[in-house]
């Protein structure tokens, strides 16, 4: 089979993990007798420096005519550092979400045997744990009206959503509840915010076309102290944008680093993979990010993009052999523990797939 792949590396370490992915798909793509057509574009602050704004028009039309798209991370501290910047790289994820009607951002939590201690969190407390949220991700208050009034001195953001944005999230978490343990979480603040209680209405209203599933409603500040408790209680759970950005973030640090954790970002379109992590520009050019999230992500668009799952548990094999061997970047690694460059981890994958 011959897959075309939009390749937006980005910003800081970005290309540097996305180089791995590239090189673990490729080899994949060797083993099962696949084709792969890359197509680079630009996204992010090095698009802003090269043509003025963060998702130009010519890589979403790459996009567009991709059979999924490979995505790296955004952002740069000249930007996170003036207030007043009148476009920024972030402004390019949001733009590419819309334009490609990416409404549901999907993100596995899950630990791995060998990493097991390496959690902040005890370890009777995370065994087991493999959790699915599905975050609202085009909609809320990041697209809201917002502004400033009395002269700069009060500022507003405004959380907006439809009863159909609510549904189409849903519907994909029934969907996903339906093929795994049948448990569906709904994570509001009903008590508190009106777009709450129409996300609470909806998916009750829903619960009747899925009797199979079992659902639970519970307020966003529970499943942040719940998350750290026992958050192998949960299977999937389903939020809108805000709270589920800070949630997934906070589900990530379970497994031990958050540049471990894959994620996809599907809809009406184009779907898209990357990893959880940003752009770290702390370790930009050093050759020390992790690239395994990055790597993990390749997995899930073999899997769901493509329909290739055979190719994909064998990325995930190979990740969970290099953890167990110890082929591991700085931030996995205990004291005097061997760690090893971003590249040659890639390279250990590739040699042993």
């Known amino acids: 089979m011959k897959y075309t792949i939009a390749l937006l590396a980005g910003d800081g370490i970005g290309p540097e993990v996305i180089n791995e992915a590239v090189k673990v798909s490729d080899a994949i793509a060797k083993k099962f007798n696949h084709e792969i057509i890359w197509t680079p574009a630009l996204t992010g602050a090095c698009a802003i420096d090269a043509v003025g704004v963060p998702y130009p028009d010519e890589t979403h039309e790459i996009c567009m005519k991709a059979d999924a798209v490979l995505f790296g991370a955004v952002g740069h501290p000249k930007f996170d550092n003036d207030p007043s910047a009148p476009v920024r790289p972030e402004q390019g994820l949001l733009l590419m979400r819309k334009k490609l009607g990416l409404f549901a951002n999907v993100r596995p939590t899950f630990t791995f045997p060998s990493l097991i201690d390496n959690s902040p969190l005890k370890r009777e407390r995370i065994e087991g744990t493999d959790l699915v949220f599905l975050r609202e991700l085009t909609g809320g208050i990041y697209f809201g009206e917002k502004g400033r009034l009395d002269g700069g001195e009060t500022a507003y953001d405004t959380c907006t959503y439809t009863r159909v944005e609510v549904q189409r999230l849903a519907k994909k978490g029934f969907e996903l509840a339906m093929t795994r343990t049948k448990k569906l979480c709904c994570v509001d603040k009903a008590n508190v915010l009106e777009t709450s209680r129409l996300w609470r209405e909806t998916v009750q209203a829903m619960e009747k076309d899925y009797p199979e599933v079992t659902v639970s409603y519970e307020f966003v500040d529970a499943v942040a102290m719940r998350l750290v408790q026992w958050p192998n209680s949960y299977d999937v759970l389903i939020t809108e944008n805000l709270f589920g950005d800070i949630l997934t973030d906070e589900a990530s640090v379970i497994s031990g680093s958050m540049g471990l954790m894959p994620s996809a970002s599907v809809g009406e379109h184009t779907s898209l993979y990357e990893p959880i992590h940003g752009s770290y520009p702390q370790a930009t050019g050093l050759n020390i990010a992790n690239p395994l999230a990055t790597i993990l992500?390749?997995?899930?668009?073999?899997?769901?993009?493509?329909?290739?799952?055979?190719?994909?548990?064998?990325?995930?094999?190979?990740?969970?052999?290099?953890?167990?061997?110890?082929?591991?970047?700085?931030?996995?690694?205990?004291?005097?523990?061997?760690?090893?460059?971003?590249?040659?981890?890639?390279?250990?994958?590739?040699?042993?797939?």
């Open 297 to 353: 992500s390749a997995a899930m668009m073999f899997e769901d993009a493509f329909g290739l799952k055979e190719e994909a548990a064998t990325i995930r094999a190979a990740v969970n052999k290099s953890l167990e061997q110890g082929i591991i970047t700085e931030d996995l690694a205990t004291k005097d523990a061997k760690t090893y460059k971003t590249s040659e981890v890639g390279d250990w994958l590739v040699a042993n797939l």
